[in-house]
Every structure is written in structure tokens, then in C-alpha cells.
């Protein structure tokens, strides 16, 4: 899948234990592109228990890595990292 600058990208999360969908005391996105912190430690927004959204606005062509930190009731944290590329335009 290719990525353009200027485009938004939602992102969709499910979180669930043990098979079921359930929601964390809190989940987070970061983003950053080539170094520089693009989105710091923003909260999802929750659309149902479990599922989570974030539009990520994509406005500088480079390397992206995108973090998404969950934690449990108990301070466990999960970060899952995503890495993709955006393109300055379409050829």
C-alpha cells in the first residue's frame, strides 16, 4: 500500500484478552518520521469497548514509525510498533 503527503490515514486498533474485546485503562499513539516526533502520546479515541481510532495526518514524505501503547489495570504496558513510508506525491 503506498502513502502520499497530504493524505490522512485512520488507523484502527483492537485490543482484546483472551479472545474478547475489552478496553484498557489507556491507550496511546505516537508517531514519529525520520527522527523527528510527529504525534506524542495522544490518546485513541474509543468508538466501542475494545476498538479505538486515530486519524494520523500525513504531512511529510519520509520513514514513519508509528508506537501504540496499551496499559491494563494493573501498569502493564504493550507497545506495538508499525513502520511505513510516505511519498512526496503520486507519479
Do not use: H
Amino acid at each position: 500500500m503506498a502513502f502520499f503527503v497530504g493524505e490522512k490515514l485512520p488507523l484502527e486498533v483492537e485490543v482484546r484478552k483472551n479472545g474478547t474485546l475489552t478496553s484498557p485503562s489507556s491507550i496511546t499513539i505516537s508517531a514519529y518520521v525520520d527522527g523527528t516526533a510527529k504525534v506524542s502520546d495522544a490518546t485513541m479515541n474509543q468508538t466501542a469497548t475494545g476498538k479505538y481510532y486515530y486519524d494520523l495526518t500525513l504531512d511529510t514524505a519520509g520513514k514513519w514509525i508509528v508506537y501504540i501503547k496499551t496499559t491494563d489495570d494493573n501498569g502493564r504496558e504493550q507497545i506495538d510498533r508499525y513502520t511505513f513510508y510516505v511519498s512526496e506525491g503520486r507519479t
